[in-house]
C-alpha cells in the first residue's frame, strides 16, 4: 500500500519491459543480448508485475521469455532434463552457450518462475517445467549426479563438466530448500483447493 513503493516497482517493471520489447526477436526472446546468472528472475519480475499492477504486456512478456528460457534449457535427451545455462561463459546472442558450471541458484530460479507463471495462467505445464527444474537438484542433469546431499541436508555448489563441486555452501543450500519449499507450497495449495 505504500505509493513509493508502488511508484518504484511500477517505474522499474516497465524499465525491463522496455529492455525486453527492444532485445526480443523472433530467434531470441530475451531482455538483453546474454544469458548469464540467475536468467529466470526477469520473466519472473514480469510475471509478478503484471499480475499486480495489472499490467497485460508485463504479464505477455514473462510468460513469452519464460517459455523460450525453457526450452533453452531442457536437453534433447528423451528425458529432456533441465540444463542451466553455464556460468564458464554463459550464452551470448549468437554465439555457443557455456555447458558448465552450472550453478543451484538457476535450478532454483526456474522453479519459482515456473511456478508464478502457473498461479498466473493456470496451465500444469508450468508445474512440470517447475518440477523438471527441481529434479536436477535430484541427478536429472547432465551428470547424473545429485547435488542435493540427503546425509548432510545440504546442496553441492554446481557441476563441473566432470563431477559435481563437493562444497556445500549457504547460497546453494539456501537455493535447494527455497526450492523445494516453492513446490511444497504450491502442492499444498492445490489440495486444500480441492
Same mark, same amino acid.
Given at each position: 500500500?505504500?505509493?513509493?513503493?508502488?511508484?518504484?516497482?511500477?517505474?522499474?517493471?516497465?524499465?525491463?519491459?522496455?529492455?525486453? !520489447?527492444? $532485445?526480443?526477436?523472433?530467434?531470441?526472446?530475451? %531482455?538483453?543480448?546474454?544469458?548469464?546468472?540467475?536468467?529466470?528472475?526477469?520473466?519472473?519480475?514480469?510475471?509478478? =508485475?503484471?499480475?499486480?499492477?495489472?499490467?497485460? /504486456?508485463?504479464?505477455?512478456?514473462?510468460?513469452?521469455?519464460? $517459455?523460450?528460457?525453457?526450452?533453452? !534449457?531442457?536437453?534433447?535427451?528423451?528425458?529432456? &532434463?533441465? *540444463?542451466?545455462?553455464?556460468?564458464?561463459?554463459?550464452?551470448?546472442?549468437?554465439?555457443?552457450?557455456?555447458? %558448465?558450471?552450472?550453478?543451484?541458484?538457476?535450478?532454483?530460479?526456474? *522453479?519459482? #518462475?515456473?511456478? +508464478?507463471? %502457473?498461479?498466473?495462467? +493456470?496451465?500444469? =505445464?508450468?508445474? *512440470?517445467?517447475?518440477?523438471?527444474? %527441481?529434479?536436477?537438484?535430484?541427478?536429472?542433469?547432465?551428470? $547424473?549426479?545429485? *547435488?542435493?546431499? /540427503?546425509?548432510?541436508?545440504?546442496?553441492?555448489?554446481?557441476? &563441473? /563438466?566432470?563431477?559435481?563441486?563437493?562444497?556445500?555452501? #549457504?547460497?546453494?543450500?539456501?537455493?535447494?530448500? !527455497? #526450492?523445494?519449499? #516453492?513446490?511444497?507450497?504450491?502442492?499444498?495449495?492445490? &489440495?486444500?483447493?480441492?
Amino acid at each position: 500500500g505504500d505509493r513509493l513503493v508502488s511508484q518504484i516497482r511500477d517505474d522499474l517493471a516497465e524499465r525491463l519491459l522496455v529492455l525486453y !520489447q527492444a $532485445n526480443c526477436r523472433e530467434d531470441w526472446q530475451w %531482455f538483453e543480448s546474454e544469458l548469464a546468472y540467475c536468467n529466470a528472475v526477469m520473466p519472473l519480475a514480469m510475471l509478478i =508485475c503484471g499480475k499486480s499492477i495489472p499490467n497485460d /504486456p508485463m504479464t505477455s512478456a514473462g510468460l513469452d521469455s519464460l $517459455n523460450w528460457l525453457t526450452n533453452i !534449457q531442457r536437453s534433447n535427451s528423451v528425458d529432456g &532434463h533441465f *540444463v542451466p545455462i553455464g556460468s564458464n561463459g554463459f550464452y551470448q546472442q549468437g554465439g555457443e552457450r557455456a555447458l %558448465f558450471d552450472q550453478q543451484p541458484v538457476e535450478a532454483q530460479t526456474m *522453479v519459482s #518462475a515456473c511456478l +508464478e507463471a %502457473f498461479r498466473v495462467t +493456470e496451465d500444469k =505445464c508450468w508445474r *512440470v517445467e517447475a518440477q523438471r527444474a %527441481f529434479e536436477w537438484f535430484l541427478g536429472r542433469n547432465d551428470l $547424473n549426479l545429485a *547435488v542435493y546431499d /540427503p546425509n548432510t541436508g545440504g546442496c553441492r555448489d554446481g557441476l &563441473h /563438466p566432470d563431477r559435481a563441486n563437493e562444497n556445500q555452501g #549457504a547460497e546453494s543450500t539456501l537455493a535447494f530448500l !527455497q #526450492a523445494w519449499l #516453492a513446490l511444497r507450497l504450491t502442492e499444498n495449495t492445490l &489440495h486444500s483447493t480441492t
